[in-house]
């Protein structure tokens, strides 16, 4: 059982690149999301999703794309990255679809700078 | 909309005191809280949480949270500090669909022996 396992952990663009960033749980859970956390800022949501097929808008969507094709990934891809985009990523996810009530598992984290 | 504050971005304590954590927040409902802490080049992990009941709530590694209504306040309690704590803590709030949250800035804990 690896639960939420984040790929890349460090990863350098330069403006105008796009990547994934990959995000897998083995946990059968219906939710999950990613954040960004940012110095002074904590952690804001960017997307999240309820099931396979359905996802939604966080807090700060913008310059950010998701899908959720399956319920054991959830990528997050950025279309042209921008330096206002280096921050660190955490994809988490919860057993349920409405997660309050349980507990969410967050990943290790992908440390991205954009040049 | 929801949010969340916490005044204190820094704090040090010696080992053995006692800690406290502050945490505000606004919502217009009965607020879901939540106390998450962070250690270096990792995840975010579930201290406790509340959601109605009894206002003062037990977590793991003996912290505790109180809620209280009138103060807006959600702070985080540890009688006696352990090295092991130092870490980064979170407090966060829950909207009312249950799928999105709102993390305060953080409060970065220093444990000096």
């Known amino acids: 059982n690896a639960g939420v396992t984040q790929t890349p952990k460090f990863q350098v663009l330069k403006t105008g690149q796009s990547m994934t960033l990959q995000c897998a749980q083995d946990m059968n859970h219906e939710y999950m999301s990613w954040y960004r956390q940012d110095p002074g800022m904590g952690l804001r949501l960017i997307h999240y999703s309820v099931g396979a097929g359905i996802t939604d808008q966080g807090e700060v969507p913008n310059g950010y794309n998701v899908s959720r094709s399956t319920t054991e990934d959830f990528p997050l891809r950025l279309l042209s990255a921008a330096p206002s985009q280096t921050s660190v990523y955490f994809c988490?996810?919860?057993?349920?679809?409405?997660?309050?009530?349980?507990?969410?598992?967050f990943g290790e984290g992908s440390w991205l700078t954009v040049v | 909309a929801q949010s969340v504050t916490q005044p204190d971005i820094h704090i040090t304590v010696s080992e053995g005191a006692s800690l406290e954590l502050r945490c505000n927040y606004s919502y217009g409902a009965t607020p879901y809280l939540f106390w998450y802490v962070q250690s270096p080049g990792q995840g975010l992990q579930l201290l406790l949480k509340?959601?109605?009941?009894?206002?003062l709530v037990q977590g793991i590694k003996g912290f505790e949270a109180e809620f209280k209504r009138s103060q807006s306040s959600f702070n985080l309690r540890k009688p006696s500090v352990h090295w092991s704590d130092a870490a980064e803590y979170f407090c966060a709030v829950g909207d009312e669909t249950g799928n999105q949250f709102y993390f305060g800035t953080g409060t970065s804990l220093t444990v000096i022996p």
């Open positions: 988490a996810s919860s057993f349920s679809r409405h997660p309050i009530g349980n507990t969410i598992y």
């Open positions: 509340y959601f109605s009941g009894d206002t």
